[in-house]
Nanobody, 119 residues
Framework: QVQLVESGGGLVQAGGSLRLSCSAS????????MGWFRQAPGKEREFVAT????????AYDDSVKGRFTISRDNAKNTVYLQLNSLKPEDTAVYYC????????????WGQGTQVTVSS
């Protein structure tokens, strides 16, 4: 099992940047595909980005492509999400999640960190 703790959220003006971090417990962090999701008020949780176990493959939702960057440091058991050119519609609680291969289901979730973008 893995426990996930997000940090780095906050209030930022439109056009600004934030870097979210997600620290994982356990010694098998590199065994997990990691993902970031977000949930805005009154909306369903949605996919943001994912990164492969060794970090060589990433994928993004079209709404954040070119603005957000996912990365990981397996030595530090941490996955990051760099958020640039933020827009008010990026306001949401951001969650990191982990899944094992070959499952497509994310089994482990953090508690979330709030990102608020003011116009």
């Amino acid at each position: 099992q893995v426990q996930l703790v997000e940090s780095g959220g906050g209030l930022v003006q439109a056009g600004g940047s934030l870097r979210l971090s997600c620290s994982a417990s356990g010694r098998t962090f590199s065994a997990y595909v990691m993902g970031w999701f977000r949930q805005a008020p009154g909306k369903e949780r949605e996919f943001v980005a994912t990164i492969s176990r060794n970090g060589d493959t990433t994928a993004y939702d079209d709404s954040v492509k070119g603005r957000f960057t996912i990365s990981r440091d397996n030595a530090k058991n941490t996955v990051y999400l760099q958020l640039n050119s933020l827009k008010p519609e990026d306001t949401a609680v951001y969650y990191c999640a982990a899944r094992t291969v070959p499952s497509s289901r994310y089994n482990y979730w953090g508690q979330g960190t709030q990102v608020t973008v003011s116009s």
